[in-house]
């Protein structure tokens, strides 16, 4: 039986837990990555791993949200700081998304979404709603600062995902086109979303 951990014991064996699974899911995906390993490289024996997340699964679905929080978290330090140009970093930040967070590539893999299917109806609506919520949080924020947005948050959060498809698949577009192909996206787009603009004025 694993013995008790103090509430900052347990804060930080999650801390360590969250960077084990950043780390080896990213290196050996779901199905290879083990409770054992992630145990281990957190410090922690198999039986205290289920003490914080009742599987791997669990584990790779917070970081998931980790990983949203804290883009949600720079994203509104940028709208506080620079609000009319917040949506043009917005959409730049969901083009490189994918280098900034390896993990990207396995949440949209077979594997992830074999992984999905074993998670309830209302799971799964929960994790897909995590990005509608983070830009309805945006949207709001923009608003505050004056900054209409011409389409409804759960669209724009679709455009968003649009974009860090196009990011991930750079290469297939063409290395040497790709960059122009995604500052055009990212003008276009970020002149198009903005109500109340004139059309002369940078976005």
Known sequence: MPRAFT???RDAIRARLLT???????????????????????????????????????????????????????LEAQVAEAPHDALRMLLCASLTARDENPLLDLATSVEAIAVMRTMTPEEQLTFMNRDVELTEGIVERLAQHGVRVAVEPVVLAGLLRALVFVGMHRDDIGAEVAP???????????????????ENEAP
Do not use: W
């Open 7 to 9: 509430d900052s014991e």
């Open 20 to 74: 084990a699974g950043r780390e080896l899911f990213a290196r050996r995906g779901i199905r290879a990555t083990t409770v054992e390993q992630l145990a281990r490289a957190a410090g922690i024996s198999k039986g205290a791993f289920y003490l914080f997340y009742p599987s791997k699964e669990a584990l790779f679905f917070a970081l998931m949200e980790e990983i949203e929080t804290e883009l949600q978290g720079r």
């Open 180 to 198: 122009a192909v995604q500052e055009y996206l990212v003008d276009t787009l970020s002149r198009a979303l903005v109500m109340g603009r004139d």
